[in-house]
């Protein structure tokens, strides 16, 4: 058997092909993005011809792994935990319609926010659609789980959500891996996916049905695993549900105890949902209470309240036990167990925040001095700003943005900012962002003839993922010309310290417009340009 050191995401990636993926699907965000780019990488998934193209959004990435689903292949979709609002309608519904090849839906949730807009808990989402979801503990369940899923979700005809945390995601471990098994031939069901109301009612009574067999295999499954203390009193002893990556710190909390302390807990370890019952009701009968350590929102904590009722204590993230908001961290566990905490380096207290800043020479620095420049002259100005490594642009020294909410909000919101008699009113968007969820509002606003001036900052690439291949570079002229923009209000600029005059003339003139104008300063981002320079020298 082989070992290898690989992230959790890899180790995602590299299961997913040894249980014969024929297609990943995905929108690129942290931390989800190495595992498509490690399938694109893969020598033997580039031997199979395994699909891992990016996708517009992860809406239309659902979307296309259904398809595949349905003609009987293995399908992988990828996303962070806000992609899954984007995808929510096609994943809900993919539960009622059921599937054929085995479909694994991959959500990397990012407690503490390290590069999010908000804390999220994906097994909501699973609860919500009424679908199992795995949650590893650590790498090699990361890659042991995806033959299992892939397995499962084909047996029960069902997808399967599985949910990795930020630390999990980008942390190492040795994995011990198999080998590879086949892909699967195309074969489409004679089932109608169709989901008019006399066929959903049935598809959905089906799922219904199938609850009872999801709820026992996870009281049985391998994830799942109780570990009971041989200590007789158990009113001195209290059991801890530990899930997915909480298990990890729960040990090595426990670990620091002395031994007769170590006796006085119960662990049951959750890694595979809908939550097995029939394991939480024994851990409660040996323990005289219960602490959830999860990571994320307290969903395990709620259910376990109404599993066992309000007479049996239960201690987590709600009661203040373990931190209400923000990541795990072994520290925090420790502390809710009773381990004494070292102080921390006094060092460690004194250390001067460094906040992210665009990249020296950055396009879109350029874009925002003119910006700025252009805006003095309207003190009643706003500036709608949108998801992408130009957000930073609300940070100084620029001070640019009014609002930031979620992808493609930008150019809607500053719709509705003039509908109510805001002027100017500016949206800024990147090329991705505008071709995963801004096409739309621009339409809105072309058919409302709102007074918006809408800036696509195009750098010619996905730059806060790493510099993947954006959807639509080449063609947002085209696009914005198609969506019914006027020719002559579709204005590219390129952004340059040089250029400043034209720049801000460009972004003065479009605001007097009475009506939707679109500016597109475009210059390659420029940590794509330096690696495409070292491919090319690489190559001679």
Not at 71 to 96: Q, T, Y
Not at 150 to 171: C, G, M, N, Q, W
Not at 301 to 325: F, K
Request: hydrophobic share 40%.
């Amino acid at each position: 058997m082989e070992k290898k050191l690989l992230l959790g995401d890899e180790a995602i990636a590299l299961g997913a092909i040894h249980a014969g993926l024929s297609g990943v699907y995905a929108y690129p965000g942290t931390p989800s993005t190495e595992i498509t780019e490690f399938i694109q990488n893969n020598p033997l998934a580039k031997e199979r011809g395994v699909h891992s193209r990016w996708c517009t959004n992860e809406k239309t990435a659902m979307e296309a792994a259904l398809g595949m689903s349905y003609a009987g292949k293995r399908a992988l979709v990828c996303m962070k935990h806000v992609g899954m609002n984007v995808c929510a309608d096609a994943f809900v519904n993919s539960a009622i319609t059921g599937v054929q090849g085995g479909l694994v839906v991959l959500a990397a949730d990012d407690p503490s926010m390290h590069s999010s807009q908000n804390e999220q808990d994906s097994r909501f989402y699973g609860k919500f659609a009424l679908i199992p979801v795995f949650e590893p503990s650590n790498q090699q369940e990361a890659y042991d789980m995806m033959s299992v899923a892939f397995d499962y979700s084909e047996a029960i005809k069902e997808p399967v959500l599985l949910r990795v945390v930020t630390r999990l995601a980008h942390s190492r471990a040795g994995v011990v891996v198999r080998e590879p098994r086949q892909e699967n031939g195309i074969n489409i069901s004679t089932d109608a996916w169709v989901l008019l109301p006399a066929i959903a009612r049935k598809k959905y009574d089906a799922l219904i049905k199938k609850q009872d067999d999801m709820l026992m295999a996870s009281n049985k499954s391998e994830f799942n695993k109780s570990e009971y203390s041989d200590y007789d009193n158990k009113d001195e002893k209290t059991g801890i549900v530990a899930c997915g990556i909480g298990y990890n710190y729960v040990k090595e909390a426990i670990a620091q105890l002395p031994a007769e302390k170590q006796a006085l807990y119960n662990i049951e370890k959750v890694s595979q949902y809908p939550l097995p019952e029939q394991r939480i009701q024994m851990l409660a009968r040996e323990s005289s209470k219960l602490l959830i350590v999860e990571d994320g929102q307290p969903v395990v904590e709620e259910a376990v309240r109404g599993i066992l009722g309000t007479g049996y204590t239960v201690t987590g993230r709600l009661t203040g036990a373990l931190p209400r908001t923000g990541e795990l961290t072994p520290d925090c566990v420790a502390a809710a167990i009773g381990v004494e905490l070292p102080e921390p380096l006094a060092s460690a207290k004194h250390l001067a925040p460094r906040p992210p800043q665009l990249c020296q020479g950055c396009g879109h620095r350029d874009v925002y001095a003119a910006l700025n420049k252009v805006a003095e002259e309207y003190p009643d100005h706003r500036i709608f700003g949108d998801i992408g490594c130009y957000t930073l642009g609300a940070l100084p020294p620029y001070k640019a943005l009014s609002s930031c909410v979620d992808m493609g909000a930008s150019i809607t919101m500053a719709k509705g900012a003039a509908d109510a008699g805001v002027f100017p009113a500016i949206a800024v968007i990147g090329d991705s962002t505008f071709t995963h969820s801004g096409m739309t509002g621009l339409l809105d606003a072309v058919n409302d003839k709102s007074n918006i001036t809408v800036i696509i900052s195009d750098n010619l690439t996905t730059g806060m993922t790493g510099g993947q291949d954006s959807a639509g570079t080449n063609k947002f002229e085209a696009i914005c010309l198609g969506l019914g923009v006027e020719p002559e209000h579709v204005r590219v600029v390129v952004p340059l310290p040089k250029n400043m005059d034209e720049i801000t003339r460009t972004i003065k003139e479009e605001i007097e417009y009475n009506g939707v104008s679109v500016i597109i300063p475009r210059r390659e981002c420029i940590q794509t340009a330096a690696r495409h320079a070292r491919e090319r020298k690489a190559k001679g």
